[in-house]
């Protein structure tokens, strides 16, 4: 059974930082993409980030560009987000999902579609006060 653990949420204040983590289980990470992506309420769920575990490489979008970082420890079969500078409109719950297909696409805003994961995580909450 395949599972994703997100963890590491939590409340915050303006301009502090968080570091989400993403136990995986059931598949090896190192094969794998791992992408991060936020909902907020009456929002869509949009895609922040992701990492090809193999070699990796990272894509970020506009939103957390210059204030996030997205690695993968495959020893652990874990990733994280760190998460910076982080502001109000950061509120939101974060989720983690997994697959193979951003290996087919090149690199690009493409491979954070959210259509394009198969496996997910249940998602942590992070709240920013200003």
């Known amino acids: 059974e395949v599972q994703l653990q997100a963890s590491g949420g939590g409340l915050v204040q303006a301009g502090g930082s968080l570091r989400l983590s993403c136990a995986v289980s059931?598949?090896?990470?190192?094969?794998?993409?791992i992408a991060w992506f936020r909902q907020a309420p009456g929002k869509e769920r949009e895609g922040l980030s992701y990492?090809?575990?193999?070699?990796?490489?990272?894509f970020y979008a506009n939103s957390v560009k210059g204030r996030s970082t997205i690695s993968a420890d495959n020893a652990k079969n874990t990733a994280y987000l760190q998460l910076d500078s982080l502001k109000p409109e950061d509120t939101a719950v974060y989720y983690c999902?997994?697959?193979?297909?951003?290996?087919?696409?090149?690199?690009?805003?493409?491979?954070?579609?959210?259509?394009?994961?198969?496996?997910w995580g249940q998602g942590t909450q992070v709240t920013v006060s200003s």
């Open positions: 059931g598949i090896p990470l190192d094969d794998y993409a």
């Open positions: 999902a997994a697959d193979l297909r951003p290996y087919d696409l090149k690199e690009g805003p493409l491979n954070l579609r959210r259509r394009l994961y198969h496996y």
């Open positions: 990492i090809r575990c193999r070699d990796g490489s990272a």
